[in-house]
């Protein structure tokens, strides 16, 4: 799937910057242009790999706008047309989709990213997705309240959001701080492997996944979430059965951008690694038993041909809100944003009445 990339914020920016770099190493030349915006210019000057758009100069003056992502949504709201403009050739008539990423707990992408996506779905006709990054359990109440709002006003802007929990794909012990280079690394390998997968051009046939289907599966909107798992492979497909069924249910069970999270509308099964080594039982068993898991039946399965010796499975899962990490995550952004908005000045019962007002 051809994509262009817009990422607000810092994490949006370095993100977008390991996504683009990642691409262009492994030569799929999916991502069509790559543009990180934000408010704080020191964030910018640590990226090489993309464009960069300072915003909000007149109001922060570079310094970016704290985690007030109110401010972050005024700022991206002053600041639209230039940074529409600025995606003139960028979204080009190749790109199938765009993505807009930011960290949903911060400032400038939390606030900023809904802005974008809402100006940007008036103006191309592709679909146009976000890709948010919730914070961690552990990360402070104003990151849930800033993060639970970003999402609400995503949700109903965005054809759908594919969501990464903070505390999802790093390895036990680390500190959130310390596992963002991980995390990161591991959203750049995983959504970068989903991008390319309609990109494939050897041994093209019927079994090879294309972007229509990625297209269609986000076609649920709401919540989207990716799983990945890949083991060693046999070089003789018909011995690879059970390690295709072995890495999907891993996927599907232990390796989603958001634990726990199996109920979906519809979903996308894309076996990669080398053709020879692909059981085509092994692919149309899997699709089936994440069939039943998900309760869905509109779950779609394919190839992505591509030299390794591992076998990989990527589970993409659309219309996934309904899952219990999702409600929990709510509730504590609903707790955590009266705690912060409880300013003497304001009326309490009024704010309780609407626990997670939009942005805008
Ligand atoms: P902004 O620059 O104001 O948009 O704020 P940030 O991008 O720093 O957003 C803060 C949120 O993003 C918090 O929930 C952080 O945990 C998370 N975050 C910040 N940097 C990274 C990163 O490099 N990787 C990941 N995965 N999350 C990050």
Do not use: C
């Amino acid at each position: 799937m051809k994509v262009a990339l817009i990422g607000i914020g810092q994490a949006g920016g370095k993100v977008t910057e390991r996504l683009a770099r990642f691409d262009a190493n492994m030569g799929f030349d999916a991502v069509q242009g790559a543009l990180a915006v934000n408010s704080a210019e020191p964030d910018l000057h640590s990226l090489e790999f993309v464009d960069t758009q300072l915003i909000g100069a007149d109001r922060v003056n570079g310094h970016g706008v704290g985690g007030d992502n109110e401010l972050g949504t005024e700022i991206m709201q002053s600041d639209i047309q230039q940074v529409l403009g600025n995606l003139d050739g960028r979204v080009t008539s190749r790109a199938e989709a765009i993505f807009v990423i930011a960290g949903l707990g911060g400032g400038t992408g939390s606030g900023g990213a809904p802005v974008l996506v809402h100006h940007l779905k008036r103006v191309y006709d592709v679909p146009v997705y976000a890709l948010g990054v919730l914070p961690g359990r552990n990360e402070g109440a104003l990151y849930q309240a800033n993060a639970g709002r970003s999402l609400k006003t995503l949700l109903r802007e965005a054809d759908s959001t594919l969501l990464i929990d903070n505390d999802s794909w790093h390895e036990q012990g680390e500190s959130v701080e310390g596992a963002f280079e991980t995390i990161n690394e591991k959203i750049a390998r995983r959504v970068g492997l989903l991008f390319a997968s309609g990109e494939a051009t050897e041994g093209v046939g019927e079994s090879v996944v294309d972007s229509s289907e990625v297209i269609n599966t986000l076609r649920s909107g709401g919540v989207s979430v990716l799983g990945y798992a890949s083991e060693v492979a046999s070089e003789d497909s018909a011995e690879n059965i059970q390690v295709t069924m072995t890495v999907t249910r891993q996927a599907l069970l232990t390796g989603t951008s958001m634990p726990a999270a199996t109920a979906a509308d519809s979903a996308l099964v894309v076996i990669a690694g080398e053709p020879e080594r692909i059981p085509r039982k092994g692919v149309e068993r899997a699709r089936r038993w994440v069939e039943d898991e998900t309760d869905s039946m509109q779950v779609r399965g394919g190839d992505f041909p591509i030299e390794s010796e591992r076998l990989g499975a990527l589970v993409l899962l659309g219309g996934a809100e309904r899952s219990a990490r999702l409600d929990e995550f709510m509730e504590r952004a609903k707790t955590a944003n009266e705690t912060e908005a409880r300013d003497p000045d304001e009326n309490v019962d009024q704010l309780t009445d609407d626990r997670l007002e939009n942005l805008f």
